[in-house]
């Protein structure tokens, strides 16, 4: 997710009082009915691990989705099927290919109402919300990674985080700065979703419904705005995936290594800053992620990281975001 904006912009600000109001999808429409099998069959997801990549552009970067899939596929210990969820459905090597071309009435309802608040791509980022009713049924539980992110440890550990869910129905990992404060930021390159539990859950639904009773706005970065205000006002609904598995290279707002003192090292590396991303690409596009390759590369001062002191940044507080 690119964050190159001002802070103002990507701050959830209250709404206006006319705009304090429940959708009325659900009194409407009813719950939103289960997906389609689509032709799935049921999968043990005990064994098999479901990861999947989203990319609602035009003409999305199935390159980068692939060479991200690599990394998680050569670092697993069990087998990983592989999800894109796309525009228009179209042949991709390796995926499931899943459009989100059309929604059910109720979704569509949804969708509308959440996006009132949107502005930039915060409406195109909250098409991630829907995606248990993108999905098949018959798919349990995903991770959802962002294409700028490199896997360096087994995401089966990252997989395994589900078993510590409780009654939480979305994990995610906490923003390494004070974007949404008083709130705790939670940060959506990273998102681990229990798609049975958000498709049954009235209450989760309830609060899709009622988002903007709260008075807060979507704004800039979509989804992981909403997560932030649902871990703020329903705390148990969402799990705090550890900080070492969304290790996030932005020094756009500031870091502080006190950001990462709990982390258990560096698992997931995630570029989300436009002069890092350079960064991914290049340790995806070589497969290698040893720390030889890793500060070559940072220390050939590519012209990608001569801004804003990014390699200042970088080598003091991601050191370890290698192999």
Same mark, same amino acid.
């Given at each position: 997710?690119?964050?190159?904006?001002?802070?103002?912009?990507?701050?959830?600000?209250?709404?206006?009082?006319?705009?304090?109001?429940?959708?009325?999808?659900?009194?409407?429409?009813?719950?939103? *009915?289960?997906?389609?099998?689509?032709?799935?069959? *049921?999968?043990?997801?005990?064994?098999?691990? %479901?990861?999947?990549?989203?990319?609602?552009?035009?003409?999305?970067?199935?390159?980068?989705? #692939?060479?991200?899939? #690599? $990394?998680?596929?050569?670092?697993?210990?069990?087998?990983?099927?592989?999800?894109?969820?796309?525009?228009?459905?179209?042949?991709?090597?390796?995926?499931?290919?899943?459009?989100?071309?059309?929604?059910?009435?109720?979704?569509?309802?949804?969708?509308?109402?959440?996006?009132?608040?949107?502005?930039?791509?915060?409406? #195109?980022?909250?098409?991630?919300?829907?995606?248990?009713?993108?999905?098949?049924?018959?798919?349990?539980?995903?991770? &959802?990674?962002?294409?700028? !992110?490199?896997?360096?440890?087994?995401?089966?550990?990252?997989?395994?985080?589900?078993?510590?869910?409780?009654?939480?129905?979305?994990? $995610?990992?906490?923003?390494?700065?004070?974007?949404?404060?008083?709130?705790?930021?939670?940060?959506?390159?990273?998102?681990?979703?229990?798609?049975?539990?958000?498709?049954?859950?009235?209450?989760?639904?309830?609060?899709?419904?009622?988002?903007?009773?709260?008075?807060?706005?979507?704004?800039?970065?979509?989804?992981?705005?909403?997560?932030?205000?649902?871990?703020?006002?329903?705390? %148990?609904? &969402?799990? !705090?995936?550890?900080?070492?598995?969304?290790?996030?290279?932005?020094?756009?707002?500031?870091?502080?290594?006190?950001?990462?003192?709990?982390?258990?090292?560096?698992?997931?590396?995630?570029?989300?800053?436009?002069?890092?991303?350079?960064?991914?690409?290049?340790?995806? !596009? %070589?497969?290698?992620?040893?720390?030889?390759?890793?500060?070559?590369?940072?220390?050939?001062?590519?012209?990608? $990281?001569?801004?804003?002191?990014?390699?200042?940044?970088?080598? #003091?507080?991601?050191?370890?975001?290698?192999?």
């Amino acid at each position: 997710m690119l964050v190159i904006f001002s802070c103002a912009w990507a701050l959830p600000m209250y709404t206006t009082k006319s705009r304090r109001v429940p959708s009325r999808c659900l009194e409407r429409h009813g719950m939103p *009915e289960d997906p389609e099998s689509d032709g799935w069959q *049921e999968v043990d997801d005990t064994t098999a691990i %479901h990861v999947a990549f989203f990319d609602n552009r035009a003409f999305p970067d199935t390159n980068s989705i #692939q060479r991200a899939a #690599q $990394l998680v596929n050569s670092s697993s210990q069990s087998p990983v099927r592989f999800h894109a969820i796309l525009l228009r459905i179209r042949r991709l090597d390796g995926f499931s290919v899943h459009s989100i071309s059309h929604f059910c009435p109720v979704l569509d309802c949804l969708y509308n109402y959440l996006v009132e608040s949107a502005h930039g791509p915060g409406p #195109q980022y909250m098409y991630k919300l829907f995606i248990p009713w993108i999905l098949p049924k018959s798919i349990k539980r995903i991770v &959802l990674l962002d294409s700028d !992110t490199v896997v360096l440890r087994s995401v089966t550990e990252l997989w395994d985080s589900f078993k510590a869910f409780g009654n939480a129905l979305v994990g $995610l990992a906490n923003e390494q700065n004070d974007l949404y404060a008083p709130m705790i930021g939670k940060n959506g390159g990273v998102q681990l979703l229990y798609l049975n539990g958000m498709r049954s859950s009235r209450e989760y639904v309830r609060f899709m419904d009622n988002f903007n009773e709260y008075g807060y706005r979507i704004g800039y970065l979509g989804d992981q705005t909403f997560y932030t205000v649902l871990g703020h006002l329903l705390p %148990h609904l &969402l799990y !705090t995936v550890g900080c070492e598995w969304n290790r996030q290279l932005n020094t756009h707002f500031g870091v502080s290594a006190d950001r990462f003192k709990n982390c258990s090292g560096c698992a997931l590396m995630h570029a989300n800053q436009g002069p890092v991303k350079c960064i991914a690409k290049h340790i995806q !596009t %070589h497969q290698d992620t040893t720390c030889a390759s890793w500060h070559l590369f940072v220390d050939s001062r590519p012209s990608c $990281l001569r801004v804003n002191n990014v390699q200042r940044g970088l080598r #003091q507080h991601f050191a370890s975001c290698c192999n």
